[in-house]
């Protein structure tokens, strides 16, 4: 079979995971759009060009990628993921952390989750209890919970505010409360790493414009993952004045 080369984009935390000799990895869920590989306990994506540009992605321009099962065995290293025939090599890097903005204004995103209500009050006040009641708290790869946890995170970062407690707790727990894909990008969220359109809601709302089509932009990602990066986003900005 002959290796087919594709080039990739990637952040530089991406770049030092898939560095080093080969070595074998192992596909922990798919989806029409991504394949996540566990790479020494972390999870990368290899992107289609159509998939939400998560910040542990190697984003490509293939209109699909292989479907291969959870459990399938690959290879990764040499600054590659190699998947069949692909091999996805990093070519451009892309840097996914929110702008340092300082001082936001309070916002509401008008989204309901099925949600504890308490401890996203508690979230609110930077109280450190909320986590353990949102971890792992919904369906899915990145359940709702831990969206709104990283929106959290997300907000804090870029309007330079302490993360602490908060973040000591989800850091220490995320690993056996949720999944391998939510647990790593609740560790790039605290350090300011999103997607694009979190990005573009935070510039907006700095800027007073466009911050409807941003939030419009960002509740269409996924089933729920948007509402609550939204909602999380507004939690942290409630006491971010």
Do not use: F, K
Not at 31 to 38: I, N, S, T
Not at 122 to 148: K, Q
């Amino acid at each position: 079979m002959t290796a087919r080369n594709v080039p990739g984009a990637a952040s530089t935390w991406v770049v030092e995971r898939v560095a080093g000799p080969r070595r074998p990895a192992e596909v922990v869920g798919h989806g029409p759009d991504a394949v996540y590989v566990d790479v020494d306990g972390d999870c990368v994506g290899v992107l289609a060009r159509d998939a939400v540009d998560l910040p542990i992605g190697l984003r490509t321009t293939l209109p699909r990628l292989p479907g291969l099962d959870t459990g399938t065995p690959v290879v990764v290293g040499d600054g590659a993921v190699r998947l069949g025939e692909d091999v996805v090599t990093v070519t451009r890097l892309v840097d996914p952390v929110v702008p340092r903005l300082g001082r936001l204004p309070p916002w509401t995103p008008g989204v309901q989750l099925d949600l504890p209500a308490p401890a996203l009050r508690a979230l609110a006040d930077s109280d450190a209890e909320a986590v353990l009641a949102l971890l792992g708290r919904g369906d899915g790869l990145t359940p709702s919970g831990d969206d709104v946890l990283a929106g959290w995170m997300v907000a804090r970062y870029a309007t330079e505010r302490s993360l602490t407690p908060v973040v000591d707790v989800v850091l220490r727990a995320a690993a056996d409360r949720t999944t391998r894909l939510s647990a790593t990008l609740l560790r790039r969220a605290a350090e300011g790493e999103a997607i694009r359109v979190c990005r573009d809601l935070l510039l907006a709302l700095r800027s007073g414009s466009g911050v409807d089509a941003a939030r419009d932009r960002l509740l269409r990602i996924g089933h729920t993952s948007g509402a609550a990066l939204a909602l999380g986003i507004s939690l942290g900005l409630e006491d971010a004045g």
